[in-house]
């Protein structure tokens, strides 16, 4: 069997000078697959993110790429194969979108000052599959921020990445763009074997958008594996200390909806 | 978007203007003289002026006979000479301080991402002028390693301050954040009320000295002090360009940077080493010369774009064709002053830190009303 694309093996992190905040988490991510990260505040789900990315180093455990140490890899050659969107990203650049994309060829290219006919080639598709083309030669600062954020999508996506993850893509974006976000992320861009793991808060809206979903609390995995078997009432009960119904629309059995039982319940 | 093309007819037409400024700037100059950038030229390269030329030249023909005698062919090609000697490195340092100053300040405005900044954020003016307030108040008058005492000073006295900034900000960590900005404000205003402290215990002379010396000036002090500058302003100009490719992803974010393959504590401590000591070279040489690093990265943003691949060599060229050219006013400016006056002024060239002022500022409003969108 292949190995996983990222291996996460016993992996503790703690900040200089602050008790250890995350660990040991172990996860595997294979290629294709889209995980959704959630939990509470400060449960670790932005350093894990990161520890991911390469961005900090365990402590102890091991983070792997392709069953190679990832810390061991050059800077660039670990950016040709992870792309990483931080949740605060640049809106006010005087650059245009096209060349906000192709920033993101930067790992791809050592030597040379100008992008080749390849680099213009791979961005033009990038800003295609994000739906981003139409105003391509705009100003970054002129777009509204749910365009902004697909334009940063398709520069993560330029830098042909094997795994792409995201901090909290649809943190403030409104539900119509929170869903075009996702859809993007769950339908245009997987498909090729591209992984993802997004940070995100919503425990319903990751469902239908994920492969598998992992669950942390405190620093540690409280639980990971397929959607519905992770976010039921009773962990997230567990978890977030907030009793919930769910629900489901008779279209489709399958999925469900978390809601507060508190204001969706039966009247106390 | 720099193509190979457009970046390289721009940043051609600014070297060619650039070029066109050196090669006439022997022929300008606050003494009315009768020569032509031509003739220095010629008269530098040893190359042949034929008597015949001269003839309706005024000054040239010395016992007006209506002949130009061997004699006084001599006499204007040695006269020529002597000035061309002393314009071009002037023109040299201009273009060296000018390319500097905007070439820091365009970095410095980008690894502090923030528009206001200078080459002299971190202190740099504050601790030279202080440094030079010293050595001329104390009457230093040796020269050190080829640079006088004052510039010594001045230069010590730069990266002092520079040092201070980084070793009070330490906590911090981050060059963008605002600890590192308080710490040059208060560093600078902590170097003043020491200045007024030795101005205080100065003669009237001294302290016209220090002003003059903060307005800055591009007289050289010593014969060689131009090329003395260049060990801390060659590496400086090359390995700065060199880092466009990394600025433009620092521009967005420190992280999203990292992710990108950027090492980004090594790129801002190579950035802010290098930019210090070229600019406390200059300052230290021509004293502190204000507007250069702040405006000219802005117009040459106007001008091609925010890229750092055009940002970074428009700048520097452009600060050299900047630099000359209020070099050239404030030459002039006191020449027509003197004679609209009818009077011979206490100076023969105007400061060049006033110049750099007066016409930095109508330009780029100017720049600022056409080209933004």
Redesign the interface.
């Known amino acids: 069997m292949n190995p996983p694309l990222l291996a996460l093996c016993d992996v503790c992190f703690g900040y200089p000078g602050a008790r250890q905040v995350l660990g040991p988490v172990s996860v595997e991510i294979g290629a294709g697959q889209a995980w959704g990260l959630v939990g509470p505040n400060g449960a670790g789900k932005s350093t894990l993110l990161?520890l991911m990315?390469g961005?900090l180093r365990p402590a102890r455990g091991a983070v792997r790429l392709d069953d190679q140490p990832l810390g061991a890899l050059?800077?660039?050659t670990?950016?040709q194969r992870?792309?990483?969107?931080?949740q605060?990203?640049?809106y006010d650049?005087?650059?245009?979108v096209?060349?906000v994309v192709?920033?993101?060829r930067?790992?791809h290219r050592s030597l040379g000052?100008?992008?080749s006919a390849e680099d213009h080639q791979v961005a033009e598709s990038a800003m295609e599959r994000t739906d981003t083309l139409p105003f391509a030669d705009r100003?970054l600062r002129t777009l509204s921020g749910g365009e902004a954020q697909r334009v940063h999508l398709a520069a993560a996506l330029a830098?042909e990445p094997s795994l792409l993850l995201l901090d909290e893509p649809t943190a403030s974006l409104d539900l119509g763009h929170q869903l075009a976000v996702l859809r993007l992320l769950r339908g245009r861009i997987a498909g090729d074997g591209l992984a993802t793991v997004a940070v995100t808060h919503d425990v319903n809206l990751v469902a239908p958008f994920s492969t598998h979903v992992l669950l942390l609390h405190h620093g540690r995995v409280e639980a990971a594996g397929e959607p519905r078997q992770v976010l039921t009432p009773e962990t997230v009960e567990r978890v977030y200390g907030v009793a919930v119904l769910a629900l489901s629309s008779g279209a489709r059995p399958d999925r469900r909806w978390l809601v507060p039982a508190a204001e969706f319940g039966e009247p106390a | 978007?720099?193509?190979?093309r457009n970046?390289f007819v721009r940043l051609g037409a600014c070297a060619a203007a650039l070029l066109v400024l050196l090669a006439l700037s022997p022929g300008v100059g606050t003494e009315a003289a009768a020569f032509g950038w031509w003739d220095t030229w010629r008269a530098a390269l040893n190359l042949a002026i034929e008597p015949a030329e001269l003839l309706h030249r005024p000054g040239a023909d010395l016992n007006g006979d209506g002949t130009i005698s061997q004699g006084e062919l001599a006499g204007f090609t040695a006269a020529a000479k002597s000035i061309f000697r002393r314009r071009l490195p002037r023109t040299l340092l201009a273009l060296q301080v000018g390319v500097t100053l905007a070439l820091c300040g365009a970095v410095f405005q980008v690894l502090f991402r923030n528009s206001l900044a200078t080459p002299y954020t971190l202190g740099i003016a504050s601790g030279g002028s202080l440094g030079a307030l010293v050595a001329i108040r104390w009457g230093w008058t040796a020269s050190v390693l080829g640079m006088s005492c004052v510039s010594a000073a001045a230069f010590a006295g730069g990266l002092a301050v520079v040092g201070a900034v980084f070793a009070l900000a330490r906590g911090s960590r981050r060059l963008t954040s605002n600890e590192m900005l308080l710490a040059g404000v208060t560093m600078g205003l902590f170097c003043s009320a020491l200045m007024m402290l030795v101005t205080v215990i100065s003669t009237e002379r001294e302290v016209f000295e220090i002003v003059r010396w903060m307005m800055g000036s591009l007289d050289p002090a010593l014969p060689l002090s131009g090329a003395a500058m260049l060990p801390l302003v060659l590496p400086a100009w090359v390995l700065l360009v060199f880092s466009?490719?990394a600025l433009?992803?620092y521009?967005?974010?420190d992280?999203?940077a990292?992710?990108?393959?950027?090492?980004v504590p090594q790129l801002q401590g190579v950035c802010v080493l290098l930019c210090t000591l070229a600019t406390a070279g200059v300052t230290a040489h021509c004293g502190p010369i204000g507007f250069v690093g702040l405006v000219v990265p802005h117009m040459a943003?106007l001008l091609f774009?925010?890229?750092c691949?055009m940002l970074l060599p428009a700048s520097a060229l452009l600060g050299g064709v900047f630099l000359i050219l209020c070099d050239w006013g404030a030459q002039c400016i006191m020449g027509l002053a003197g004679w609209a006056l009818e009077r011979q002024l206490a100076s023969a060239t105007l400061p060049i830190g006033v110049v750099t002022a007066l016409v930095g500022v109508p330009l780029f409003l100017l720049l600022l009303r056409t080209r933004r969108?």
């Open positions: 990161r990315a961005l050059p800077r660039r670990r950016a992870i792309a990483f969107l931080p605060h990203l640049p650049l005087d650059l245009s096209r060349e192709l920033l993101g930067f790992p000052v100008f992008e100003p830098q | 978007m720099p193509t190979p970046y466009a490719r433009n992803q521009r967005l974010g992280e999203l990292a992710a990108r393959g950027v090492s943003a774009g925010s890229d691949r969108r």
